[in-house]
């Protein structure tokens, strides 16, 4: 199947429009970095200080952790920072890591963008779901099973294939070798935790919010993106969804305007800081009508997600 269409922003936006939306900051991709992090320090310091509020914490830094993921995601179309080295070590080192195994994956995202060949299709398609279907994913999601699942699902197939007598160590140090950046991350939290009394912050602060809230709002995230768009849409103005978030959702649930992803798949090498801009030009000239675009909200777009009847519910009424 060929690639899905692109988008000329010639056909939108004149060259004194465009040059600014294009161009990349020194400092705005880094200041944005520096926030991140600064709010998930200060989200850990709270729920030390006032232990009761250790649940927000959690809600709190999950969100940042998928800012940091949103970071690392400019990277890759080297959005980060105009110097090529600078935007990928802020990318592989200061987001969390994995920035070139990320990137060949999501450029064929791009590239085949609700086709065939669109290697997220997967988390799409399905939808919509009926609402025991959303509910029992969005419980795996906060229980944690979807972080064990993601993380350690792999070492649990090759344990159980593991043959009698065959080493167990040589799979566990192989593990080890995978993870050694998230594992490394643990052990300096550990140690400078331990420095201020909180040796137990990296698996409070870092792998609990990962482990529940962030797999709850990169689902919804995912779902808002692109889920309900029918497989193989050749328009690349409706390949993907722009939905409305207020204050409370850029703060939990869709940092740094990972929201306007319908402008993101028009014009993918646009900085993430210049997406409302884009936005609000593109609104100018009529052509928000024309994008796949949700005012409603995250609200709206979960009930179409999880409009499915029941079967059972059906079957019983």
């Not at 830094?61 to 890759?76: E, F, K, N, T, V």
Request: hydrophobic content about 45%.
């Amino acid at each position: 199947m060929p690639a899905a269409a692109r988008v000329d922003p010639k056909a939108y936006f004149s060259p004194a429009e465009w040059a600014p939306l294009a161009r990349r900051s020194r400092w705005k991709g880094l200041a944005l970095l520096a926030h991140a992090w600064g709010v998930i320090f200060a989200a850990a310091a709270m729920a030390v200080v006032w232990p009761l509020t250790l649940p927000l914490a959690v809600v709190i830094i999950g969100g940042r952790q998928l800012g940091l993921s949103i970071l690392m995601h400019d990277a890759a179309h080297g959005a980060l920072h105009p110097s090529p080295k600078i935007n990928d070590l802020a990318g592989e080192w200061l987001t969390g890591g994995g920035l070139l195994r990320y990137r060949a994956y999501h450029l064929g995202h791009h590239k085949f963008a609700q086709q065939d060949e669109d290697p997220d299709i997967g988390l799409s398609a399905p939808f919509p779901i009926t609402r025991t279907s959303l509910r029992r994913k969005l419980l795996r999601d906060l229980t944690g099973q979807t972080f064990f699942k993601q993380r350690f699902g792999d070492l649990a197939r090759r344990l159980k294939a593991r043959k009698p007598g065959q080493p167990l160590l040589p799979i566990l140090a192989e593990e080890v070798r995978r993870k050694r950046r998230w594992l490394l991350g643990g052990v300096v939290i550990t140690l400078i935790g331990g420095v201020f009394g909180v040796w137990w912050a990296w698996p409070v602060f870092w792998v609990l919010p990962q482990a529940t809230w962030f797999p709850v709002i990169t689902r919804l995230r995912n779902i808002a993106e692109h889920a309900c768009i029918p497989g193989g849409e050749p328009d690349p103005l409706r390949q993907a969804r722009t939905t409305h978030a207020g204050w409370i959702a850029r703060a939990l649930l869709a940092p740094y305007w990972v929201n306007y992803h319908c402008e993101h798949h028009m014009f993918m090498h646009l900085p993430c800081y210049n997406l409302p801009k884009a936005h609000r030009l593109l609104a100018g000239k009529g052509v928000l009508a024309e994008m796949l675009h949700e005012p409603g909200g995250y609200r709206v777009i979960l009930a179409r997600a999880a409009s499915r009847p029941d079967v059972a519910a059906a079957a019983a009424g």
